[in-house]
């Protein structure tokens, strides 16, 4: 079982303190890997705007990489603004192929619709991905977007945390997901850490998807780009919330519809269950399965949480208005938000979703029992 | 001595030990009471006269002689006709078990002469290939172990129907949502149906236990289990019944019954479950249905509209003016419009190389709902023994290559493949239609299993009965024989049909479970899939175990 961390707040913070928070979950890792994913970024070094500029994450493991890198984003017109160099202390980096931890800020393209612009980034990190991929794995791509910042390395997360230097306060950010790997069933590789990231939305799970197999050749044959890949089962949730709302169009509730429908029995009392019967017929494939906790993050920084249809996972959500946090555990959310009230705490049952908004005042909790609003369908 | 040359051979002159099946009759027991005899159904054994020498010695005279003695005894018949079929009835009625067929490990010199009158073999029945067959060596592998914590087979609740009928992509769904149009018709029902077994091939009683079972399955149970009629209709009570909505109906080349549905339509009170219009069977591919003389009563010549007593072949396709494809396409969109586009409409097809093109023309057409595919090992009421034996194709690879065309095209979900021939014929149900289910069905079709199971048929791989064609079904199950039918009590087959799908439900879950699969039936989880031979698994694309 892997552990998960997320905080939202409206001040800035270092991600360092998602690591600390996460130390206090530490049974539940065992230094296979971390993944860290960041939005609404800023730098000390940098006055970075969400409107201009874009993010490449990943890493380049030989000079050669980083060379090519540099000529592909250049042949494809992203024109370089900073770089972000980490004070990397190698020694606590358990692999030795590291060149170069990138984190590198581009200058927006003008003149593009937002879909346009959209699979434009898309294209481009996939490229990249392929070309890494095509010599030797020796490039790892994790996002291109703008304000989102993706890390992942094997390792126990506090001593990545500080073999990059990320206490420092040089780069914050005002949502940070974090997980502490359990490696399952799958080799250690670093696309196979979660989060998993594609055109903005990025998830990240803890537990098994038993109904990867399905899911994953139904995703591959709607031939989408981007939807590739599928080093870890719980990839194919990103995929999947990628897909109800930017290809179906449909309301973020939708997605808990989608991925864990309710019974027939439930539906034929549901306001809106015809319809739903219908969307759970269309979307069958796209039913997961086993003991799952799913945590998400959408561009306008609003954050989610579902819950598989037995509930067979932990997670808590706690905060105050300002500052929230989900975890795996109760005393994740005790080192995230110390200074909230903890009989507020909701741990969210088979039927919830709970939307921390952007705005970050109060939770939604909203249950798969009641109506939602659906202009396009109902 | 009596003269080698004046014995009478025939060419197809027997003896019992060339026979499959030689009786075993223990004179120390038998009383003579008959009730072997008269219950055979092949008139296969016999009362008779013998003579027996009593050995005499006279010790005092010093002289050796003889006596004799006469008694009755049974005798089996070596007549192809009166043939013993191994169905063992006698023995069920002996008082004494004084009596039984004991299969003969020898070659069946029988085997040479079955065309008798210049007809090849005709029989019901199934594949005489005993074994284990693919399905049964499939193991489910992929347990959970690291990181779950465990289903409870027995207190989680699974989700285990499945859909019958065409998916829309979620994309055109919703257009056609807000758009207000037409969205196919589907069904969720319990992924093992009753397969094709019409009413004519099995007696009244038969049906009515079997009916009285989907619907007790059905109300009390909470399982949605459906049962298909085969051709020749259904009766018109039942067409007038809301029964009708755990039907599915057929409607083969031979059109049989099809007045009376038609009839009844303005009369209906549900819909029906589903139309399946039958291109083939995997017992007979090329072959069409066949109803024998001895079984067309006036009840089935009542239901099919001709007279008593004729044989009711089928023709082994569609009539058509042009070809398969266009025939497939025309009576699909006729059946979905005589009911209204509210009935999902499939076709039936054999195992068969040519299953794919199938496929792929029903994937263009947007009115078909599913695609059910019947491999060789699939049984039948009545056809000629090389059909049965040697035609068609095994529904396991024909099945995956079919689903894996659709993963291919990114349509898995669109037209669900349902799969039959075979399952459960050693009597693994639940694991046979699991692992055709994690290979990419649907949903599987049973019949054998469901006679055996439901009904007690007789019959086996070994060639043990399969005399359904003949009427002469000793259980009743395949007799319009009132004699013979009231032999089976419909209310102890609707028992068992109850248990049998009760019981399916729970090694469903107890195979689930540790697959930690509760969410939705693992269609296409071939992960979970091994088999201890690598060609086999090779060729379904699943994990080579040992
Ligand atoms: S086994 Fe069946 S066919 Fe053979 S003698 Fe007995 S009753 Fe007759
Ligand atoms: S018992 Fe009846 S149905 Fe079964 S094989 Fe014999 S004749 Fe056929």
Redesign the interface.
């Known amino acids: ?1 892997c552990r998960l961390a997320l905080k939202t707040a409206d001040i800035p913070f270092s991600p360092y303190e998602v690591l600390t928070g996460m130390e206090a979950m530490q049974e539940g890792y065992d230094g296979s890997g971390l993944g860290l994913l960041l939005r609404g970024v800023s730098f000390a070094d940098f006055n970075y705007k969400k409107e201009e500029h874009l993010i490449l994450s990943g890493i380049a493991h030989s000079e050669a990489a980083f060379q090519r890198l540099h000529k592909h984003m250049e042949e494809r017109g992203f024109e370089q603004e900073y770089d972000h160099q980490f004070k990397v202390n190698s020694a606590l980096i358990e692999a030795k192929d590291r060149y170069q931890y990138i984190v590198r800020v581009y200058k927006k393209p003008q003149g593009l619709s937002v879909a346009e612009l959209e699979d434009r980034l898309m294209q481009a990190r996939l490229f990249l991905r392929k070309d890494g991929e095509q010599h030797g794995g020796d490039l790892t791509v994790f996002s291109f977007w703008s304000d989102v910042i993706m890390i992942k390395e094997v390792g126990w997360p506090l001593e990545i945390g500080d073999a990059l230097g990320l206490n420092d306060d040089r780069i914050k950010a005002r949502v940070v997901m974090a997980q502490g790997r ?1 490696n ?2 799958y080799g250690i590789n670093l696309y196979a850490c979660h989060p998993f990231f594609i055109q903005g939305i990025a998830t990240m799970t803890n ?2 998807n ?5 899911i994953k ?2 995703l ?4 989408i780009p981007g939807y590739m890949g599928y080093q870890s089962d719980s990839e194919v949730f990103a995929h999947i919330l990628h ?1 109800v709302t930017k ?2 169009n ?1 309301p973020l509730a939708c997605y808990k519809h989608v991925i ?1 429908p309710l ?2 029995e439930e539906l034929n009392k549901h306001p809106q269950g015809e ?1 739903l019967k ?2 759970r ?5 796209l ?5 799952n906790a799913v945590i998400g993050t959408l561009p306008d920084e609003s954050c989610l949480l579902v819950m ?3 509930k ?1 996972r932990p997670a808590t959500v706690g905060g105050r208005p300002g500052a929230w946090a989900i975890a795996s555990e109760m005393c994740g959310v005790e080192a995230l938000i110390p200074d909230r009230d903890p009989s507020l705490d909701f741990q969210p049952m088979r039927e919830h979703t709970v939307i921390i908004p952007p705005d970050r005042k109060e939770l939604l909790i909203w249950s798969q029992f009641d109506p939602f609003t659906l202009s ?2 109902a | 001595m009596v003269s080698v040359r004046s014995v009478y051979t025939q060419p197809s002159s027997l003896t019992f030990s060339d026979l499959p099946w030689i009786i075993q009759h223990r004179e120390d027991r038998c009383t003579l009471c008959g009730q072997c005899t008269a219950v055979c159904p092949k008139q296969a054994i016999y009362l008779t006269y013998r003579r027996q020498r009593m050995p005499k010695l006279d010790i005092l005279q010093k002289k050796r002689g003889n006596e004799y003695r006469h008694f009755v005894g049974i005798r089996q018949h070596t007549a192809i006709d009166k043939m013993c079929i191994g169905c063992g009835m006698c023995s069920s009625v002996c008082p004494n078990e004084a009596i039984g067929p004991v299969p003969n490990s020898n070659e069946h010199r029988s085997r040479f002469h079955m065309d008798e009158k210049g007809d090849a073999w005709k029989r019901g029945g199934r594949r005489n290939v005993p074994g284990k067959t693919i399905l049964d060596r499939i193991a489910f592998d992929r347990i ?1 172990m ?4 465990a289903l409870d087979a027995g207190r ?2 699974f ?1 285990l ?1 499945t ?1 019958l009928g065409r ?5 055109e ?2 257009r056609r ?2 758009a207000g149009e037409w ?1 196919p018709p ?1 069904r ?1 029902i319990f992924p093992f149906v009753i397969g094709s077994m019409s009413f004519g091939a099995l007696s009244p009683n038969m049906w009515l236990g079997l009916l009285q079972g989907v619907a007790y399955c059905n109300e009390v149970l909470g399982i949605p289990v459906v049962m298909a009629t085969g051709e020749g209709g259904c009766p018109p009570w039942v067409l007038r019944s809301p029964f009708l909505k755990y039907i599915i109906l057929q409607i083969a080349s031979g059109y049989f019954g099809w007045d009376e549905i038609i009839r009844a339509i303005p009369e209906m009170q549900c819909d029906p479950a589903a139309i399946e219009i039958k291109y083939g069977q995997g017992a007979k591919p090329g072959d069409g249905g066949l109803l024998m003389w001895f079984k067309v009563s006036k009840l089935i010549a009542r239901l099919r509209g001709v007279p008593e007593g004729v044989d009711l072949p089928s023709p082994p396709v569609h009539q058509t003016l042009y070809s398969i494809e266009e025939s497939v396409m025309k009576m699909i969109q006729t059946m979905s419009m005589a009911f209204g586009f509210r009935v999902p409409v499939y076709p039936k097809i054999s195992g068969s190389t040519s299953a794919k093109s199938v496929l792929n023309n029903l994937v263009r057409n947007p009115y078909a709902g599913a695609l059910l595919i019947d491999g060789i090992d699939g049984g039948t009421g009545a056809a000629y023994n090389v059909s049965m034996d040697a035609t068609g194709h095994p529904i396991a690879s024909n099945l995956r290559e079919c689903y894996l065309e659709l ?7 669109e037209i669900p493949l349902f799969a039959a021939g075979g399952v459960g014929k050693n009597g693994n149900v639940t694991q046979n239609g699991m692992a055709l289910i994690m290979l990419g069905a649907s949903g599987v079709h049973v019949g054998k299993y469901i006679m055996q199971a439901c009904a007690g048929c007789l019959g086996n791989e070994m060639g043990r009965c399969n005399v359904c064609n003949t009427g002469i079904c000793p259980k009743g199950i395949t007799s319009q024989n009132p004699k013979l039918y009231r032999r089976l009590d419909p209310d102890d087959v609707a028992q068992r049909v109850a248990d049998v799908f009760s019981s399916i439900r729970i090694e469903m879950k107890k195979i689930m479970a540790p ?6 039936l ?6 979970a899939l091994g088999i201890d031979d690598a060609d086999a698994a090779e060729r379904l694309g699943i994990k080579y175990i040992c």
């Open positions: 079982m359990q399952t069933n537990g098994e038993t109904a990867f197999v399905p050749e139904w591959e044959g709607k031939r897909y290809k179906l449909l864990t019974k027939t319809f219908g969307l017929t269309a979307c069958r494939r039913i997961i399965d086993g003991p598989d249809q037995k067979m396009q369908a | 959970s690291l990181t779950d914590p989680h609740e989700s129907n859909i998916v829309l992509p979620p994309e769904f919703l949502q807000l969205i589907t969720e993963v291919a095209q990114g349509r898995q979900n697959l930690g699969r509760s969410q939705s693992p269609i296409g989880m071939s992960d």
